[in-house]
Each structure stands twice: as structure tokens, then as C-alpha cells.
């Protein structure tokens, strides 16, 4: 029986990827650095040398000039050769000095001097199988009392380094070969962790990625650090929790929306088949009961209808210059009856005027769904009490009823759609729950803004904020 093949480690190809390009622009660097530092080298020695080299060879010129003014001739060297090297070390180093060892040594070796006399003739000369050598020499003249007695030749530095075998250089090329190595073993470390690093966090994100195009909203990221990586899984788990309160909402929204409307249906069923078996007659207040079913059915459609429109960005609003002073005290004094017969005493301190763009049905709707909200919800015998008032570029409209009030916990959920603080789904205590949604809608299409509050007098507190026209822009549109 075969045993079960184990499952391959996943490979991340971003960590690949990360890992070839971090070990490949190390090693070209390594080696860029490499030869740049050998040819430095290589060339700042032999310029080092070559300086070196001539200093001896002047010297030792000065020197053989001072010979040739106390002995008149060059024979002397010719029949001692062991006088040069005397010489050489004389000049060279004087005192007690020995010459030092390695290169500095080697650059004074009487064997790379070569002494010709005034006519040209060798005193001093190199061995006889040297002729390339000789070839290459440099040359400097001997003058004592104004007249050249005699040509100093020594070898130049490339002919030295070729006889050290570049001993020095040999040394310092291993070292720096050492060093490049070292830092070539660091970079593939660094490569390899950095890539299984990064490879790791990105292969869970691409995980968690998926899981969430498929539909599963409740997986997170670890947020681990202050980096970009980390700023990105935040970004990702408020993306996730955000899809998944929709989806959540959008769930709920469906619930409710099928027990808004199975409720009018089910009335409307019910009398009609009562009707259907002669229960009850078909007569004006049976048709006017079915009337009303139908028509809030028709109310409950036509704020779906608006709700989408707004979530679309196509709500119909057409914005001109108004006074919205005057549009909120010509509602209010329609309604004063309608409030009357609710037993809600209205209030209004109503300082205008208060130039806004604004639509005129639209914020008619506004005042009609404030005022149901406040009819269905307030206790009678009870209050309700409006101020605007224009100060700063804003035009300012607070609506203030009486108890009963909403628990603070309760007031950023008000305006959630279908939404009702006693939670249940009894329309005995409202409508359909829709219409303080609505209301924001609207005020959002004119620029405003509507926040809950709770209210001095016992109840609930509107503040809805509208953005004012300067009066040089109203005399632009009457223009």
C-alpha cells in the first residue's frame, strides 16, 4: 500500500522573484566592486613605484656626479665591480641604516642601475641576456661643473613587478577576495530571509483573498507592525468587515422589506376573501379599507423607489436658490392643524432669512417625514419645537420634540432603514420605519447634514446643517 504523498510546501514566486533580484544586484555589485578596487590598486602602486623608483635613481645621480668631481673618471668602477654595490647602498641609505626588507629593498638593488660614461660606453651594465630589458630603460644624465660626464639608466617599475610576481598586489587582491565572498554569503542570507519574510505575509494575504472572493467576509488579517504590509492588512480587514456588514444589512433589508410587505397583503387577502364568501358586503367602507391597504403599499414602494435612487446617485433634485426660512415656516403653518389634532403643541423660532440651494418638493418631503416621525412617536399630550438660524456660511434648522426619548446607545442607529428602537415589527407604533432614512437621503442630496441628539425637552433633537449662499453668488444668480 503506497503511504500518502505529502503536500508541497507553497512557494511564494513574489519571494522567488524578491530573492533572485536581491542576490543578483549584491553579486553584480560584489564584483563591480572587486575589479574597480583591483585596478585602483594595481594602478596606484605602480604610479607608487615609479615615483619611489626615480627619487632613488636621482639621488643615486647626485651622488655619482660628486664621485666623478673627486676622481676625474669612471675606471675605478670598471676594475671594482663590488665598489657599485657599495656605492649604490652609500647613496641610498646612508649611516648605519641597513635596507629595509620587501619592496623598498628590492627597488634600490644595484643590478637595476646602469651607468654609461660620456661617450656612451658601459661602465655599469646589465647581464648580456637582458637586451629587451636594456631596451626599456630610463635614462637620466650625470652633470658635474656644468658638463654631462656620464647617463644613469635604472628599470622601470612594470619590470620590477614582473620580477616580484606581484607579491603585494597578490596579497591585497586576496584579501578583497575574501571580503567579496563575505559579503556575497551575507546577501544570500539577507535575500533568502527578506524573501521567506515577505513571501510568507503575501502568500497569507493572497490566501485571505481568496477566501474573500468567495464569499467568506469574516476572514481577517494579523496586523503585525507600523510598516505597509501591516497598513495593508488593516485596509484589507476594514474592506472584509465592511463587505460583510453589508452583506448583513443587505440580508436584513430583504427580511424586512418581505415583512413590510406581507402585512398589507395578507390584510387585503384576508378582506377580499371575506368578501369573496359573503362575510362581508361589498360596500363604500369595505372598498375604502381596501383603498388604504393598496395606498400604503404604494407608500412603501415609492420610498424603496427613492432609498434606491438615492444609494444610486440618481435622485431627482433639482437646486435653485431658496429661502429655506420661508419653506420650513409655510410647512409648519400647514401643519399646525395636523399637529393640533395629535395633541403636539409646535413651537418656532425661525430667524430668516436663510438663502440655501435647495428643491422645493424635495425638502417638503423632508418637513412632511420630521413631522410624521414626531406625530408617531410623541406622547401626548406633547411638544415640538423648531429654530433656524443663519450664522458662519451655514443655515442651521433644530428639531426638538418631547419624550419619549431614545437611549444614546440607540441614536446612530436611527436612521438605519427598517429600523425601530423597541425593536419589534408591530407597525401599531409607526410606519414603515423608513422614513427618518429617507430624511437623511434628502438632506444629503442638498449638501446637509442631519445628526441625532437627545432633545432638553424629553424626546429626540434633529440637527440638520445646510450650507448657505454668500449674497454675492445670489446677486451671480440673479444675474
Not at 668631481?69 to 649611516?95: C, F, I, K, N, Y
Amino acid at each position: 500500500m503506497r503511504s500518502p504523498r505529502l503536500p508541497r510546501p507553497a512557494v511564494s514566486r513574489l519571494g522567488v522573484k524578491l530573492f533572485a533580484i536581491i542576490l543578483v544586484v549584491n553579486v553584480a555589485i560584489s564584483g563591480l566592486v572587486f575589479l574597480a578596487v583591483s585596478r585602483s590598486l594595481d594602478q596606484g602602486f605602480i604610479e607608487y613605484l615609479d615615483q619611489t623608483q626615480t627619487r632613488r635613481a636621482e639621488t643615486l645621480a647626485e651622488g655619482l656626479a660628486e664621485e666623478w668631481a673627486g676622481r676625474g673618471d669612471w675606471q675605478w668602477l670598471r676594475q671594482s665591480p663590488g665598489a657599485w654595490h657599495r656605492l649604490v647602498r652609500r647613496q641610498l641609505w646612508p649611516g648605519d641604516t641597513p635596507p629595509p626588507e620587501g619592496i623598498e629593498r628590492r627597488l634600490g638593488d644595484p643590478k637595476d642601475f646602469v651607468l654609461h660614461d660620456a661617450a656612451g660606453l658601459p661602465v655599469i651594465g646589465l647581464p648580456p641576456d637582458s637586451d629587451q630589458e636594456a631596451a626599456e630603460l630610463r635614462w637620466l644624465p650625470i652633470e658635474s661643473g656644468g658638463e654631462r660626464v656620464g647617463m644613469l639608466g635604472y628599470r622601470p617599475p612594470q619590470q620590477l613587478m614582473a620580477r616580484m610576481d606581484r607579491i603585494f598586489l597578490s596579497r591585497q587582491q586576496r584579501n578583497l577576495g575574501i571580503i567579496v565572498a563575505a559579503l556575497g554569503l551575507a546577501s544570500l542570507l539577507l535575500a533568502g530571509g527578506l524573501s521567506w519574510w515577505l513571501g510568507r505575509r503575501t502568500r497569507g494575504m493572497a490566501r485571505a483573498t481568496r477566501r474573500l472572493t468567495e464569499g467568506d467576509y469574516s476572514t481577517r488579517l494579523a496586523e503585525r507592525g507600523r510598516d505597509e504590509l501591516s497598513s495593508l492588512a488593516h485596509d484589507f480587514n476594514v474592506l472584509a468587515a465592511t463587505l460583510e456588514a453589508s452583506r448583513e444589512a443587505r440580508n436584513r433589508w430583504v427580511s424586512d422589506i418581505a415583512h413590510e410587505l406581507r402585512t398589507p397583503l395578507a390584510v387585503l387577502r384576508g378582506e377580499i376573501e371575506a368578501m369573496q364568501d359573503g362575510i362581508r358586503s361589498l360596500d363604500q367602507d369595505n372598498l375604502h379599507s381596501l383603498a388604504q391597504e393598496v395606498g400604503q403599499l404604494e407608500r412603501l414602494v415609492a420610498d424603496l423607489r427613492l432609498l434606491s435612487q438615492s444609494d444610486a446617485g440618481a435622485l431627482e433634485v433639482q437646486l435653485a436658490p431658496l429661502d429655506l426660512a420661508e419653506s420650513l415656516a409655510s410647512r409648519l403653518d400647514e401643519a399646525g392643524g395636523w399637529l393640533g389634532d395629535s395633541g403636539i403643541q409646535l413651537e418656532h423660532e425661525i430667524e430668516g432669512p436663510g438663502w440655501i440651494r435647495g428643491d422645493t418638493q424635495r425638502l417638503r418631503q423632508l418637513w412632511n417625514n420630521l413631522i410624521d416621525n414626531t406625530c408617531a412617536y410623541t406622547t401626548a399630550p406633547g411638544r415640538l419645537r423648531v429654530r433656524l438660524s443663519a450664522h458662519q456660511g451655514q443655515v442651521r434648522v433644530t428639531w426638538e420634540d418631547s419624550a419619549p426619548g431614545v437611549p444614546e446607545a440607540e441614536l446612530p442607529r436611527l436612521t438605519e432603514r427598517l429600523y425601530r428602537v423597541e425593536g419589534s415589527r408591530s407597525r401599531a407604533s409607526g410606519g414603515s420605519g423608513l422614513g427618518l432614512s429617507i430624511a437623511t437621503a434628502l438632506a444629503r442630496a442638498h449638501g446637509a447634514r442631519m445628526e441625532a441628539s437627545p432633545s432638553p425637552l424629553g424626546g429626540l433633537c434633529w440637527t440638520l446643517t445646510f450650507p448657505a449662499i454668500e449674497d454675492h453668488q445670489l446677486r451671480e444668480d440673479a444675474a
